[in-house]
């Protein structure tokens, strides 16, 4: 079997318009595919038969009729019924013809003038499908989650940005990834040309506005934007100065606050335009905001502040069609090093491959009516927190004394449940108590916005 | 972008055309070599062209009130396509043509439905262009005369024969290579015979090089099967001069305009040049070509198809600058479709707005002259003459069609044109550059993207039709075309004239003609 996939290409029934066929063969083979000509006046049957004989991963089928339709059935059936994906373009393809089509099971679409960097993209899940078997399922036709939308990234170059862009692009969308590292990010951006590399500091308030600049001259749209960008200086209050709380901040808050200001101030000027804006956006947060970090005081006051702003953004965006979701991700990234190196393979639950199908559905279309809440995804769990709240009040007559109040408050405690004890690096073997820690412990060290 | 690798100046001046001479090179319009025009100032046809516009859809019926609206607008001329069976020669109850009967032009399978299709037209005043298989297509039209009384002597209009590149590009119809040369000899002969007003040959390179080909590709081909051609109907014995005149070429045209004009007024050059000293033709009807033009449904999009109608208007605008003898101008939803109603009004009011308003037919020729154009000219000219004399040289024309030769070529021609686009090389508006949101690209876009079904009624009255037939006539008619094809010299087309009349089928007829060739009559047989 050829490495990158091996395609049948034609075009069916009596659709005589062979060079796009041929064009398409071309690509293919360019870029690594395997291809089996088979020109034109094919039957479904034929193509399937000659899918199943040369254990092709996908049919390709080039139309410039409209006959196309009378077969479409017929042809996902045979294809699947031997496990090869069905991938259907041609010039003549409305976008409704295309959702037609998806609809009735066709893997992938392409209408005039596809990019042959998204083509080929689509085509490399595909095959990746094909080759799990996962064509032959029953939900072989589901199209993507983020079919053709467009969402920037930030933070993307490794961990769970990474992880997150690939999701996106296999679910059908196609990504503006930033980054700090821009090595990292064009060697994601070069295995995945769904994926458009856009360097640059988020904190510096130019950044935001060219990725949003980026996606639209790129892709023409902008439907979402995850803020995952994250940089750590641990350290107890008593050992990090100001410098690192501030670097911590502009990252986290500043970095989060500018991609959710220039995002909006896009759909924004669209909806006043009266084009229907169903976009999305995904802050992060951590268990930390929710409920602080042992050894981590910058980093937590950080990312609580990104669930005040959060829940504030969506309250404000709803009106321009915007949802502001925030989420707090458990996985081992280099902002969790104490959680040390995992099973390396699909089952770790701390992958953070399995913590991207959460963020992907938050900025799809599916999640339209989901706004302004924090969800905690990851190990085994999903989670979706509340804020504060009161846990107990009284009355705070005018003119009370001080111990007046004393007592109140006393009171206040001792009949409010135990508060949340603050969360701290426990996991057996992998971390020391930062309190212990004092003079040698890990304070000072940035960790880059990955 | 230089398409056709011509190396473009930033300003022409006089010495870029030192070596032109007036009478030798240009000769004024009317005048040998042609190269000002076929006309000459107030000569007949002078300074206009015939409008008319593709069309063609549904059953031979629905198509007929499709020509007679559009002679109702104001068309000279109609341009007739078939659906895809109808292209390759099936019939419409044929197991695998259903879902396009009708869809992409007209159906069309026996005598009756040539005489459908023309019902009304005044045959003898206007032009008919058939997009269609040709000795088929000729056929129809002489039976259907004979039908409705119309003399087929009185006949006008142009049949595409493309016996070196049809199977390859989007014309297949299962017939190996020297059967579709014997077709297209027997019916140029019997045409010229027959039908002597009628373009018996019409040259089309349109359809070869709206897969990417470049204006040099695109002229070399059609002079190459110009060429074999002739030759082999001069090897027949019939005088250069008894077919040449009623040889046309339709050429494409796509957007750089200048290249286009210049490559009309270079080939118009080229081919009289050719006919005189090669082909000893003495007729001035034999040297100075008709051209026509199909502008270029590739330089269309999908993405907002009204900037189509800007594409129509200024290349329909530079062909009546190069004086072509007829135009049609692919449609605002030539991305999608055969033309619809609202697309075949917009198109013929566009040559009708610049016939009326521009008064660019006033002068002859109003770029000669240029140094900018006649140097381009001479330039293609030079090009196009090398590509035809390099591919002569590889080898036997007929077997560089076998060997998939020209295949190749068209192969390369889609996939530089597609690259050059996803590239940006070739700026396409809408489509790599100032493009739109698909919410804000809505005008004229319901319009374009609308469609309708497979005329099943029409495959139903053809099944009718087929079993209450005189069936010992139809197989008697049928085992004399297989006779005709099977034995070498003989002629093809009063076989297929007479199997018409006999009320058989065109599928029926090249099945009998495959079968003379010792094939399967139904080339999915074995499907």
């Given at each position: 079997m050829s490495q990158r996939g091996r395609i049948v290409v034609g075009t069916l029934?009596?659709?005589?318009?062979e060079v796009g066929a041929m064009a398409v063969a071309q690509l293919l083979m360019r870029h690594g595919f395997e291809v089996v000509y088979l020109g034109r006046f094919n039957t479904p049957a034929r193509l399937a038969a000659v899918a199943e004989q040369e254990d092709a991963d996908v049919v390709g089928v080039s139309v410039h009729?409209?006959?196309?339709a009378a077969y479409t059935g017929e042809l996902v059936d045979a294809c699947h019924a031997v496990g090869a994906a069905v991938v259907v373009g041609g010039s003549v393809l409305t976008e409704a013809d295309e959702r037609a089509l998806r609809s009735r099971g066709v893997d992938a679409t392409f209408g005039p003038y596809a990019r042959d960097d998204l083509i080929v993209a689509r085509l490399d899940e595909l095959v990746a499908r094909t080759r799990t078997g996962?064509?032959?399922?029953?939900?072989?036709?589901d199209e993507g989650a983020l079919a053709g939308r467009v969402v920037i990234v930030t933070?993307?170059?490794?961990?769970l940005g990474a992880a997150y862009a690939e999701r996106l692009v296999r679910e059908g969308g196609a990504v503006v990834a930033n980054d700090l590292d821009a090595d990292e990010l064009h060697e994601l951006a070069d295995d995945d040309r769904a994926i458009v590399a856009a360097p640059g500091?988020?904190?510096?308030?130019?950044t935001a506005p060219e990725l949003v600049a980026a996606a639209l001259s790129r892709f023409g749209r902008l439907d979402a934007i995850i803020a995952n960008a994250g940089a750590l200086r641990s350290g107890t209050l008593l050992r990090i100065g100001p410098d690192d709380l501030d670097a911590v901040y502009a990252v986290h808050v500043r970095g989060t606050f500018l991609i959710l200001q220039a995002a909006a101030r896009h759909w924004r000027v669209e909806a006043k335009a009266g084009h229907p804006v169903a976009a999305a956006a995904l802050t992060t947060t951590s268990s930390a905001g929710l409920f602080g970090f042992l050894g981590e005081s910058a980093y937590s006051a950080a990312k609580a502040a990104v669930i005040a702003l959060t829940v504030v953004a969506a309250e404000e965006l709803a009106r321009y069609g915007v949802t502001v979701n925030a989420i707090a991700p458990s996985a081992r990234t280099r902002l969790t090093a104490?959680?040390?190196?995992?099973?390396?393979?699909?089952?770790?639950?701390?992958?953070?491959a399995h913590v991207a199908p959460a963020a992907a559905w938050l900025v799809?279309?599916?999640?339209?009516?989901?706004?302004g809440r924090v969800f905690e995804v990851g190990g085994d769990g999903l989670a979706i927190a509340d804020g504060w709240r009161s846990a107990g009040s009284t009355a705070l007559p005018r003119g009370a004394s001080v111990g007046d109040v004393g007592e109140r408050l006393r009171r206040l405690v001792a009949e409010a449940p135990a508060p949340r004890p603050i969360l701290r690096a426990d996991v057996p073997g992998q971390a020391r108590d930062p309190l212990e820690d004092?003079?040698?412990?890990?304070?000072?060290?940035l960790t880059a916005a990955p | 972008v230089e398409p056709a690798g011509?190396?473009?100046?930033?300003v022409y001046r006089p010495h870029d055309v030192a070596s032109l001479d007036y009478e030798r090179d240009?000769?004024?319009?009317?005048?040998?070599?042609?190269t000002r025009g076929r006309r000459g100032p107030?000569?007949?046809?002078?300074?206009a062209w015939i409008h008319r516009e593709l069309s063609g859809e549904g059953s031979p019926q629905r198509s007929n009130r499709q020509f007679h609206e559009l002679l109702a607008h104001g068309a000279l001329g109609v341009d007739v396509i078939g659906d895809t069976p109808t292209m390759a020669a099936l019939?419409?109850?044929?197991?695998?043509?259903a879902p396009a009967v009708g869809t992409g032009g007209v159906s069309l399978c026996r005598k009756q439905d040539f005489v459908e299709l023309f019902d009304g037209i005044p045959l003898d005043r206007i032009t008919a262009s058939h997009s269609l298989p040709a000795a088929f297509a000729l056929a129809g039209q002489y039976t259907a005369a004979g039908a409705t009384g119309v003399?087929?002597?009185v006949l006008r209009g142009s049949a595409i024969q493309s016996p070196l590149f049809g199977e390859d590009c989007?014309?297949?119809?299962?017939?190996p290579f020297h059967l579709r040369m014997r077709l297209c000899l027997d019916s140029i002969a019997f045409s010229t015979r027959?039908?002597?007003?009628?373009?018996?040959?019409?040259?089309?390179?349109y359809f070869i090089s709206?897969?990417?080909?470049?204006v040099v590709e695109e002229m070399a081909l059609g002079f190459v099967e110009i060429r074999e051609v002739t030759r082999r109907l001069v090897a027949r014995g019939l005088p250069v001069d008894a077919f040449a005149p009623r040889i046309a070429i339709l050429v494409n045209c796509r957007m750089d305009l200048f290249e286009e004009i210049a490559k009309i007024r270079a080939i118009r050059r080229l081919y009289a040049r050719m006919m005189r000293?090669?082909?000893?033709?003495?007729?001035p009807r034999s040297l100075a070509t008709n051209v026509a033009v199909h502008t270029s449904?590739?330089?269309?999009?999908?993405?907002?198809?009204?900037?189509n109608v800007v594409r129509g208007a200024v290349q329909a605008l530079a062909m009546a600058m190069a004086g072509v003898q007829g135009l049609e101008i692919s449609t605002f939803d030539e991305a999608f479709r055969t033309p619809s109603h609202a697309a075949h009004v917009v198109a013929m009011r566009t040559q009708q707005v610049i016939a009326?308003?521009?008064?660019?037919?006033?002068?002859?020729?109003?770029?000669?002259?240029s140094w900018y154009v006649e140097s381009l000219t001479d330039e293609l000219e030079r090009r196009i003459d090398a590509e035809v004399r390099r591919i002569e040289a590889i080898g036997d024309v007929g077997e560089l069609v076998e060997a998939g030769f020209f295949r190749e070529l068209f192969l390369k021609g889609m996939d530089r044109h597609a690259q050059a686009v996803q590239t940006g090389a070739q700026r396409v508006v809408g489509v790599n550059c100032h493009v739109m949101p698909p919410a804000e690209d809505t005008l004229l876009r319901d319009v374009a993207e609308e469609r309708f079904e497979a005329d099943g009624d029409h495959v139903e009255r053809i099944r009718r039709w087929r079993t209450a037939r005189d069936g010992p006539r139809v197989e008697s008619a049928l085992a004399a075309a297989q006779e005709a094809a099977a034995t070498?010299?003989?002629?093809?087309m009063p076989a297929i004239v007479g199997a018409l009349e006999d009320d058989c089928s065109i599928g029926e007829i090249a099945g009998a003609l495959r079968a003379g060739y010792g094939l399967d009559p139904d080339p999915f047989a074995a499907a």
């Open positions: 029934g009596l659709d005589q318009h009729s409209w006959e196309l996962a064509i032959a399922a029953p939900d072989g036709g933070g993307a170059a490794r961990g500091d988020i904190a510096d308030p130019t104490w959680l040390g190196d995992g099973p390396a393979n699909a089952e770790d639950p701390y992958a953070p799809s279309a599916a999640a339209r009516d989901v706004t004092e003079t040698t412990g890990r304070g000072g060290t | 011509v190396p473009p100046r930033l240009l000769g004024d319009p009317g005048e040998f070599p042609f107030g000569q007949n046809g002078a300074g019939d419409p109850d044929h197991p695998m043509c003399d087929p002597a989007s014309y297949a119809t299962f017939m027959e039908m002597p007003r009628f373009h018996a040959y019409l040259e089309d390179t709206d897969g990417g080909l470049d000293d090669e082909f000893g033709a003495q007729d449904g590739l330089t269309l999009t999908a993405a907002q198809p009204i900037n009326e308003e521009t008064g660019v037919g006033r002068v002859a020729d109003p770029l000669g002259g070498p010299d003989a002629d093809l």
